[in-house]
């Protein structure tokens, strides 16, 4: 698209600051209710509490339909957050893309499918699905997966297996056995040549993101290839006994297995056979992707098979990974990043490793790399290889320290961080490690937002979804549940709203919090131009502050 295209007019409110503009991510921090569970409220946090005190600010949607899922009883994630950020408009996302492929047939004609099931069906061999193995609806459904197992029996498949990635993260810590022993049922009447092949726990195995710890995904590859590790008879016995193996242990962190069928692996990964990742989103898809498909990888494979390889969509469009895929990606054009390139406007971006893709890729609308290098600038803080829980901290004040050497370069730009704390501790599970993670990020807003005072900015202090703000399980009461003698952890996100907080320490009336019926995440891009002093494009969603006359 020609960069004319992309030319905004000013407002009025151009040249009032002479400072930058910064959008603040608060990752994982909604606005939860007042029970035991929420960490947020919880947490000693000064600073964010003289925000919604002393300056503008309003609840804003950030699941559901707000961010293109198919309902509101979806929760918001990162990526689709970022994506309705960094866009400015709504577009159907992962889940909704592929139950709509699904409901019209549509992923049943187009190449992905026709070439994975083409090759086994011509071959004899086995049709390989690998995936999250729950309905959380984040990275994945259950649903669609029996969709396409159906599918493949109706066209004559001969052998299916499933590789099950235990959730314990989007749903409820300990409900593996909700999902294994029903569709171990289900399978069983459906063809007793299809079954569960392997497993272990999401955080343990196969699904690293952002090149963070390869060793799981090596973990991964001798599990679901090679077969190595204890055999079981099936997937739910498997789960009980590494439940009283490592008591307390939830499903994302359970070790992994192999279900075996006459003493030996049901079914590893071999020459011709097909394997589908049938996730939807990208983020935890594209280290095992190149695993499978390129010829490099940071960890000896000892046996790499040739295979038909598809993931459920490309997860990198820019990189083509993979190269076949069943449903095709939004194509999300006119972003917040491409409107400021294409008129002047400096661009900067920084979290750590954990949310780096999402102020990058997911925030420029799934696109890898910059939009005009020259005037842009990324930066990535190399994230811990610890449990979140151990460090809270996490790498929230590196952060800080690299965004205000950002904005003191570049004091007449626009810059977006994430502080990832209330999202990845939240996803542990433990309350009190939530609750410093939040502190962290208070300290953390107490040291910048002075630094963007100095510079005569304006920071929108937001979050992309919910998690922080419920540690516990709830009642039908609204109370925190309690199991065992034990508060029941909650490790997945939330439907809660979340605060748009408008810091402009220079106020002077020059305009109001707007009215709007159903405010969201993809009204903040028209924000941040309108407080550029630009008018935002006719197909944005409209800004959330309104110039006074």
Not at 60 to 83: F, K, L, Q, R, Y
Not at 245 to 266: E, N, S
Request: glycine fraction near 8%; hydrophobic fraction near 40%; include cysteine.
């Amino acid at each position: 698209m020609s960069s004319e295209h992309l030319r905004l007019t000013t407002n009025a409110f151009h040249g009032k600051r002479p400072g930058p503009v910064v959008v603040i991510v608060m990752d994982g921090v909604g606005l939860g209710p007042d029970y035991a569970g929420n960490a947020v409220r919880a947490a000693h946090t000064p600073t964010i509490d003289a925000l919604t005190a002393n300056h503008p600010w309003l609840p804003i949607a950030a699941h559901g339909t707000a961010v293109g899922m198919p309902s509101d009883a979806d929760m918001g994630n990162s990526e689709v957050g970022h994506n309705a950020l960094g866009a400015g408009r709504v577009f159907d996302q992962g889940a909704k893309l592929v139950q709509n492929a699904i409901d019209d047939g549509s992923l049943f004609v187009d190449e992905g499918w026709k070439t994975v099931t083409d090759n086994v069906l011509s071959k004899g061999s086995t049709l390989h699905f690998l995936g999250l193995f729950s309905d959380g609806n984040v990275h994945s459904h259950i649903e669609h997966l029996k969709s396409m197992i159906a599918k493949a029996k109706e066209m004559g498949v001969s052998k299916v297996a499933v590789h099950a990635l235990l959730d314990g993260r989007d749903v409820g810590e300990v409900t593996a056995l909700d999902y294994t022993e029903p569709f171990e049922a289900w399978l069983a009447e459906l063809d007793p040549a299809y079954g569960i092949a392997s497993g272990g726990g999401r955080q343990v195995i196969t699904m690293d993101r952002y090149d963070a710890n390869w060793s799981m995904v090596e973990m991964g590859w001798k599990t679901h290839v090679l077969g190595e590790g204890p055999l079981f008879p099936s997937a739910s016995d498997a789960v009980k006994a590494l439940r009283e193996q490592h008591p307390g242990t939830i499903d994302q962190d359970l070790p992994p297995f192999v279900v075996g069928r006459d003493g030996a692996p049901f079914a590893t990964i071999e020459d011709g056979d097909s394997v589908v990742f049938f996730n939807f989103r990208g983020d935890r898809a594209i280290e095992i992707s190149k695993a499978f498909t390129q010829d490099t990888v940071p960890f000896e494979r000892v046996r790499r098979p040739q295979v038909v390889y598809a993931g459920m969509m490309q997860y990198d469009g820019d990189e083509h990974i993979p190269e076949l895929f069943l449903v095709k990606p939004p194509v999300i054009d006119r972003t917040l990043s491409e409107y400021l390139a294409a008129n002047g406007v400096f661009q900067s971006a920084c979290s750590e490793t954990q949310k780096y893709g999402h102020v990058t890729y997911f925030w420029n609308g799934n696109k890898s790399g910059y939009i005009d290098k020259p005037n842009e600038a990324y930066v990535e803080i190399t994230s811990d290889v610890v449990p979140f829980e151990q460090r809270p901290w996490m790498k929230a004040a590196e952060v800080t320290d690299a965004t205000i050497k950002l904005l003191r370069e570049h004091p007449h730009s626009f810059c977006r961080i994430n502080f990832a704390n209330g999202d990845m501790v939240g996803h542990s599970g433990v309350f009190e490690a939530a609750r410093i993670s939040m502190e962290c990020v208070d300290l953390c807003l107490a040291r910048l937002l002075p630094v963007i005072k100095q510079l005569g900015g304006i920071a929108l202090v937001t979050a992309d979804h919910g998690n922080a703000d419920e540690m516990y399980e709830m009642d039908k009461n609204g109370d925190a549940k309690i199991e065992n003698g034990r508060f029941k952890s909650k490790t997945s996100h939330t439907l809660n709203p979340v605060p748009f907080i408008v810091y402009d320490p220079h106020f002077a009336d020059e305009y109001s919090i707007a009215d709007i019926a159903k405010p969201g995440l993809a009204n903040v891009a028209a924000t941040v131009l309108t407080l550029l002093g630009h008018n935002p494009p006719e197909q944005y969603e409209p800004s959330l502050v309104q110039l006074r006359s």
